[in-house]
């Protein structure tokens, strides 16, 4: 087995807040995330804001589109991959993120990449199973409104000034979702998958849950007020698979995955696996 100690960190990082790539020094910072800029309201009435944010805008999509190139560069080696989900605010000592770390190994043990969020808590927890299974282990981090450095486990790192660039990365590099108990980032995510599974903007795309007694309220909310009210097919459902064992997400993962690691023709032919 690989080395239990995380990999050593940078010991500056400790101030380091990154607006997209770049590392901002505590009085170098500008007190607003790149989202929230873009995001920002501004009256329509007030023509010289209005002439302002047009032009900052048009500028705005060559920077948009510098990310993703960066992204899809950054992750074009990327052979098959699992996204794993979960809170930021797992402890370290918890069972969940020892049962993270489990989850994060059994995939990186079957040959599958594991992408997280980058950051603490559960995505760390799944980040340090799959480096220990000498799986490639790759973190997607977002520009914060607080400092916040990606966690040591990761192998391979990216820092998103734009969610909706870094959550297409997240889909578009992976066979299948795991969500880990999480919060409101967890089920954002969730539900981001399900509406894409649903709408069949990705086929074949297994999304599991891991803790039946964490998820069973929601699950249960879901049958008996959203099925039971019309609001979606009693199949949609079906698009969820809730497991408590790690090899129950490997083999749910598997069962619907458009590939799997054991379909590639030979480590040989390039495709990277760390
Ligand atoms: C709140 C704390 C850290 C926040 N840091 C995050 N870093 C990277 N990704 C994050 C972070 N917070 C949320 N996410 C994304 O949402 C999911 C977790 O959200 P939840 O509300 O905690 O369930 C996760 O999968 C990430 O993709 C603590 O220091």
Redesign the pocket.
């Known amino acids: 087995m690989s080395n239990p100690e995380p990999p050593t960190n940078d010991p500056e990082a400790d101030d380091a807040l990154y607006i997209g790539p770049i590392r901002v020094r505590p009085q170098q910072r500008l007190g607003k995330t790149t989202d929230r800029r873009l995001l920002e309201w501004v009256d329509p009435r007030d023509a010289e804001r209005r002439a302002e944010r047009t032009m900052r805008d048009s500028w705005r999509v060559l920077r948009i589109q510098s990310e993703f190139v960066a992204g899809f560069d950054a992750m074009s080696e990327v052979a098959e991959a699992v996204t794993v989900?979960?809170?930021?605010?797992m402890k370290p000592d918890s069972p969940e993120y020892a049962l993270g770390v489990e989850v994060g190994r059994a995939l990186g043990e079957a040959g599958y990449a594991v992408i997280?969020?980058?950051?603490?808590?559960?995505?760390q927890a799944a980040n340090q199973g799959a480096h220990q299974a000498g799986a490639q282990s790759i973190g997607l981090?977002?520009e914060?409104p607080f400092e916040?450095t990606l966690n040591p486990w990761v192998d391979l790192g990216m820092n998103f000034r734009y969610f909706f660039v870094r959550k297409t990365m997240f889909v578009k590099y992976a066979v299948g979702f795991v969500c880990l108990p999480?919060?409101?980032?967890?089920?954002?995510?969730l539900f981001e998958a399900l509406t894409l599974v649903q709408t069949k903007k990705v086929v074949r795309f297994p999304i599991v849950l891991v803790g039946t007694e964490f998820w069973a309220g929601l699950l249960d909310w879901m049958r008996d007020v959203l099925v039971a009210r019309g609001m979606i097919a009693a199949e949609d459902l079906d698009l969820l698979t809730v497991v408590d064992e790690p090899e129950d997400v490997v083999a749910a993962i598997h069962a619907t995955a458009v590939a799997r690691p054991s379909d590639r023709p030979s480590a040989a032919d390039g495709t990277m696996t760390r």
């Open positions: 989900f979960g809170s930021a605010r997280t969020g980058g950051g603490p808590g559960a995505m981090n977002i914060l916040q999480g919060g409101l980032g967890t089920l954002d995510e």
